[in-house]
Nanobody, 124 residues
Framework: QVQLVESGGGLVQPGGSLRLSCAAS????????IGWFRQAPGGEREGVLC????????VLADSAKGRFTISRDKGKNTVYLQMNSLKPEDTAIYYC?????????????????WGQGTQVTVAS
């Protein structure tokens, strides 16, 4: 079954860290760009970070600069989102998505496969 499954979300205090995982199955994620998006309550879905097929990190949200990084483990067919110095405004459901090709885009319509999402809550 072709799918993406996110995990690693939870409740964390401001200033804390989380690492989200996006496990791919039914296909090799190495052949695609994989993006992380998030949607806050009442907000629109926005891109956070993306990794191209050639493993180049693309920042999709200015708020992620210097705090979040994206990486992939080829052997585990998994893409990770490392989030540091978390802020309450980072609270959202985080989704990973497979792009239709090898390049990244902030346009969510260019991603054809989505995971179910994982909740991240930053609060004291």
């Amino acid at each position: 079954q072709v799918q993406l499954v996110e995990s690693g979300g939870g409740l964390v205090q401001p200033g804390g860290s989380l690492r989200l995982s996006c496990a791919a199955s039914g296909f090799s994620s190495d052949y695609y760009a994989i993006g992380w998006f998030r949607q806050a309550p009442g907000g629109e879905r926005e891109g956070v970070l993306c990794i191209t097929q050639s493993n180049y990190q693309t920042v999709l949200a200015d708020s992620a600069k210097g705090r979040f990084t994206i990486s992939r483990d080829k052997g585990k067919n998994t893409v990770y989102l490392q989030m540091n110095s978390l802020k309450p405004e980072d609270t959202a459901i985080y989704y990973c998505a497979r792009a239709v090709g090898i390049e990244c885009s902030s346009d969510s319509s260019t991603y054809s496969l989505w995971g179910q999402g994982t909740q991240v809550t930053v609060a004291s």
